[in-house]
């Protein structure tokens, strides 16, 4: 069946430095890929997202690359802030409107 | 953004007994909604697909008849554990997505219902 996989489990980076968190998928027919921020005991809430017919997306300091031919998709953060210490979900969805999270990556951003 | 209500947000119910969990769309129309559950410090796992007039849709090995899945209306799913035991304890999360035609958008999360039994 479907496959998100997310890389590194955990990250930890220093105030101002960029962080780099990376994921693949296996189906594909997959076409939308959301990355979600989730903080301890909340719900995931999205904070960028990118469709297959684009190969890039930037918000501020968050952007998302996708590569369709290798299934990779990786969501960086610049200029990271102690507020941006989180878990962050990587999610894969196909037309039925699946979606099939990522392990999780557990970033922490140190002061 | 659109509204996802998810009710209770914990419960604490004794083994043997069934527990139902509410997700509500408030401010759009959902005919397909997804429950998830996740466990400490896990990812979200799948386990059906709400279909709003139609059985649900459910992941290798997650067992129907435990987890009973109800879409009455486009903005109502509910998920009730049966005879529940500890090991059920998790994080239940549904979601749910304004339909739009074919095409993909942001799924609103609930804000989650924390089950323990004991």
């Avoid at chain 2, 509204?3 to 397909?32: N, Y």
């Amino acid at each position: 069946g479907e496959n998100v996989e997310q890389h590194p489990s955990t990250l930890s980076v220093q105030e101002g430095d960029s962080a780099v968190i990376k994921c693949t998928y296996s189906d594909s027919a997959s076409n939308y890929f959301p990355w979600y921020k989730q903080e301890l005991g909340k719900r995931p809430q999205l904070i960028i997202d990118i469709r297959s017919n684009v190969g890039e997306k930037k918000d501020q300091r968050i952007a998302v690359t996708l590569n369709k031919t290798a299934k990779h998709f990786s969501l960086h953060i610049t200029e990271t802030q102690p507020e941006d210490s989180a878990v962050y979900f990587c999610a894969a969805s196909t037309g039925g409107f699946k979606t099939i999270f990522g392990a999780g990556t557990r970033l922490f951003v140190k002061a | 953004g659109a509204v996802v209500s998810q009710h209770p947000s914990w419960v604490i119910c004794k083994s043997g007994t069934s527990v139902k969990i509410e997700c509500r769309s408030l401010d759009f129309q959902a005919t397909t909604m997804f429950w998830y559950r996740q466990f400490p410090k896990q990812s979200l796992m799948l386990m059906a697909t709400s279909n709003e007039g139609s059985k649900a849709t459910y992941e290798q090995g997650v067992e129907k008849d435990k987890f009973l899945i109800n879409h009455a209306s486009l903005t109502l799913s509910t998920l009730t554990v049966t005879s529940a035991h500890p090991e059920d304890s998790s994080f239940y999360i549904c979601s749910a997505r304004p339909a739009t035609g074919t095409l993909n958008t942001e799924a609103f999360f609930g804000q989650g219902t924390r089950l323990t039994v004991v």
